[in-house]
């Protein structure tokens, strides 16, 4: 490949177009330095097998890690929450992939409290499922999920049926078929008392 490769861990990414974006994450300092999060873009582009960092504008995020990344609405991106120590983040951008402009939206409704290592899923209608992840603020492993509706910016706390188990750093994905009842996929994680786990999980989700 050409261009200047970051060097990232902890970052997100989503596949746009052929082309591979990379947002924020963790990369490394000269020692005795700790490392440090990063808000910056990359765009790898399959084609031309070439690394650039496109020009952005508008109300762009803090830099993070642990947070997540996902397409909407086919040409653009939603960011939720994060960390950079000490702090997390309860924030939500969104990102034009077009015009490369993000925004920070005002939103309403139950939001979740701020968090990052959480897992998120994009569910039918432009609405996007959290849930778990790490509260910096009072060292615990959450345990609860909320949906934000993207369109009416709006947050409502759910729950998850049958229970989840609070846990950081899993994933989750909408299983896609023709039930009317959506059914998502939750597989592994681990917790505060150093248990990973193994399970994997069908949920539904229902209003608190």
């Known amino acids: 490949a050409v261009g200047n490769a970051p060097k990232r861990a902890y970052h997100t990414s989503v596949l746009f177009q052929r082309e591979l974006l990379v947002f924020g994450g963790v990369f490394p300092n000269p020692d005795p330095q700790p490392d440090s999060c990063s808000n910056e873009l990359y765009i790898f582009n399959t084609d031309t097998n070439s690394w650039y960092q496109p020009i952005v504008t508008g109300d762009i995020p803090s830099p993070r890690s642990g947070h997540s990344l996902l397409l909407y609405d086919e040409k653009k991106a939603i960011i939720f ?22 925004s920070r939206p005002e939103v309403n409704g139950q939001k979740p409290t701020a968090r990052s290592w959480h897992s998120s899923s994009l569910l039918e209608g432009g609405r996007l499922l959290i849930h778990g992840g790490f509260d910096g603020a009072s060292n615990k492993v959450l345990g609860d999920s909320f949906i934000f509706d993207i369109d009416k910016l709006t947050w409502i706390k759910v729950i998850a049926r049958p229970e989840i188990s609070p846990r950081v750093g899993h994933v989750m994905f909408l299983k896609e078929g023709t039930s009317k009842e959506e059914e998502i996929l939750v597989f592994g994680g681990g917790d505060n008392a150093g248990s990973f786990f193994s399970d994997l999980l069908k949920i539904q989700i229902v209003p608190e």
């Open 81 to 102: 929450g994060g960390w950079d120590a000490p702090k997390c983040f309860d924030d939500v951008y969104l990102l034009d992939l077009v015009l490369m402009e993000y």
